[in-house]
């Protein structure tokens, strides 16, 4: 391990966390011409949204990457196995999209982001939840306050959708939409554990990944 002592500038963290943020919405709307090379399938799951949303969630934590060695000019800490936090989050992204576009199309023949409403923009607050923990992952000395402020935002979103679709509990749950309703939950209590590897990977600082190791590159 390399020994790295000096702390990070906080306007450098910050300029980094929200040049981050800027590049994950860039991203998302760069990846949406992709989905025109995947065959659309009658009744099929949607697999040109889940390329939009992979090569978002891919191009973001290279962006965190690459703008955290750019703008903070200090060695970012290796992910390590923490990488698993955000990868399982892009993946469970894709999941909720799926199923919510399977689920719609169900009910009512067809998606439309205003029959879905809030519940329409999980997926993208999912990934971006993921996004946010890779960067408080790698922040450097110094800079974990930025991207930790992200993680928690994008958390509050997270469960703001999922707390909004318990009234929808009282109807009770059709046999179509236990997927979806399980993948909600579980979006949930995702986004509750990326808070506090969040939180545990602040209060041990550069020290460690939250796993016991701490290594930069």
């Given at each position: 391990m390399t020994s790295v002592e000096r702390s990070t500038h906080p306007a450098a963290?910050?300029?980094?966390a929200l040049?981050?943020?800027?590049?994950?919405?860039?991203?998302?709307?760069?990846?949406?011409?992709?989905?025109?090379?995947?065959?659309?399938?009658?009744?099929?799951?949607?697999?040109?949204?889940?390329l939009v949303l992979a090569v978002n969630g891919a191009a973001s934590l290279a962006g965190v990457w690459v703008l955290g060695r750019?703008?903070?000019r200090r060695p970012l800490r290796r992910p390590g196995i923490g990488l698993a936090v955000p990868v399982v989050g892009i993946a469970l992204a894709i999941a909720v999209?799926?199923?919510?576009?399977?689920?719609?199309?169900?009910?009512?023949?067809?998606y439309d982001s205003e029959l879905i409403r809030l519940t329409a923009g999980l997926s993208p607050l999912v990934i971006l939840t993921a996004v946010a923990s890779f960067g408080v992952l790698?922040?450097?000395?110094?800079?974990?306050a930025a991207p930790l402020v992200g993680l928690v935002l994008a958390v509050a979103g997270v469960l703001f959708i999922v707390v909004s679709n318990v009234p929808g509990l009282a109807d009770g749950i059709g046999p179509g939409s236990w997927a979806l309703a399980s993948l909600i939950g579980i979006a949930g209590a995702y986004a509750l554990g990326a808070a506090a590897f969040g939180i545990r990977r602040a209060r041990v600082?550069?020290?460690?990944?939250?796993?016991?190791?701490?290594?930069?590159?």
């Open positions: 963290a910050w300029v980094w040049l981050s943020l800027i590049w994950w919405f860039a991203s998302l709307g760069l990846s949406l011409p992709l989905a025109s090379f995947v065959p659309a399938l009658g009744g099929g799951p949607r697999w040109d949204l889940a750019a703008v903070v999209e799926l199923a919510l576009h399977a689920w719609a199309e169900a009910r009512f023949g067809y790698v922040a450097p000395r110094g800079a974990i600082g550069h020290r460690s990944d939250g796993f016991g190791r701490a290594e930069y590159g």
